[in-house]
């Protein structure tokens, strides 16, 4: 069981969003899962997702499987294997593919085929359809993924995942001309560290009856959100870009980019983006999905504390052709 004294800086936290704030578990979404099963407790008596906390509450995850979603392992021989160790894994994952299933039925997920291979990892998640996975990905997104093996490294990867020594680097295709830094100016965004760099950092919060959609400086619970954008390459439509961050928000990066007027190909809700934005089929019109790629993780480790990077291969439209 996991066990929390809730803080006075927050109070009036929703439940759900403490427990994702926490690293309790791995988002949101695994927060209301975990509600819906019953198996969180304030003050010793079940809660809702929605209940707001007071400063002295405990907040109580037992562990047990969450709903009645049950991981099924599932052989994936396209599953690339990037490190492995007594604690973590780490897989390439392919776009196109879940991070991990929501309801029954749903089709073969990256955290399935890790179970598969390491079937310790289906325990070391509270949540157990996740695999043991301490952080995700969309679904047309491809690029590094980490997992742990125990209850243990998955609570210390979390914490590691959060802290400012993390660093995750996502290469882009975007649409459209990378903005001129003395021509553009807009609320949130500043010059980079480097010419042609912006740093944005507009704040993100969700909407939607289940979260799946972000919006920008507004939202439920906005968090803030920090991304350094550095253009690589200017092509014939559009730019190859590199987008920096440490703590990830839910479809940060898209956002962030989109809001500087230069989307990622293949996201089909881009033109909303200056409002929100909503995972959905994303397909670059050339068949080849979405051009967003996490390429690396950079981390401390969380047993050794030795620095780690960890590194996804390219795909091919990410490789720079000058």
């Not at 759900?16 to 926490?22: E, F, K, S, V």
């Not at 969309?138 to 979390?158: K, N, Q």
């Not at 030795?306 to 291969?313: D, H, V």
Request: hydrophobic fraction near 40%; glycine fraction near 10%.
């Amino acid at each position: 069981m996991t066990s929390l004294v809730v803080q006075a800086s927050e109070a009036g936290l929703r439940l759900d969003g403490l427990l994702a704030h926490r690293r309790v578990v791995a988002s949101v979404s695994a927060a209301r899962r975990a509600l819906a099963s019953g198996i969180v407790r304030v003050n010793s008596r079940v809660a809702k997702k929605g209940m707001h906390l007071q400063p002295g509450d405990t907040v109580e995850l037992c562990d047990g499987p969450v709903g009645s979603l049950v991981l099924q392992p599932t052989e994936d021989s396209t599953l690339s294997l990037l490190y492995v160790d007594d604690d973590l894994v780490a897989v390439d994952k392919p776009g196109g593919i879940a991070s991990h299933p929501l309801r029954p039925g749903d089709g073969p997920s990256v955290a399935s085929a890790i179970v598969s291979r390491f079937p310790e990892c289906a325990q070391a998640s509270p949540d157990p359809r996740e695999g043991g996975l301490g952080h995700r990905l969309d679904v047309a997104t491809s690029g590094v993924l980490l997992a742990a093996r125990s209850r243990e490294a998955w609570h210390r990867l979390r914490e590691a995942l959060a802290t400012p020594f993390c660093e995750k680097t996502y290469v882009a295709e975007t649409r459209g001309c990378f903005p001129v830094a003395e021509e553009f100016v807009k609320e949130f965004v500043v010059p980079g560290p480097r010419a042609s760099s912006f740093v944005v950092t507009v704040p993100i919060g969700r909407q939607g009856r289940r979260g799946r959609k972000v919006k920008l400086a507004s939202g439920r619970q906005p968090l803030p959100a920090r991304s350094e954008i550095d253009r690589i390459e200017e092509r014939e439509h559009g730019t190859l870009v590199e987008a920096r961050l440490a703590q990830g928000r839910a479809h940060q990066v898209r956002a962030h980019l989109a809001y500087l007027g230069i989307p990622v190909m293949g996201d089909t809700i881009y033109g909303q983006i200056e409002e929100d934005v909503e995972e959905g089929a994303d397909t670059s019109g050339d068949g080849s999905g979405l051009r967003l790629h996490a390429w690396t993780v950079s981390f401390v480790h969380p047993t050794t504390g030795k620095p780690m990077r960890i590194e996804a291969p390219l795909p091919p439209w990410a490789r720079r052709r000058s």
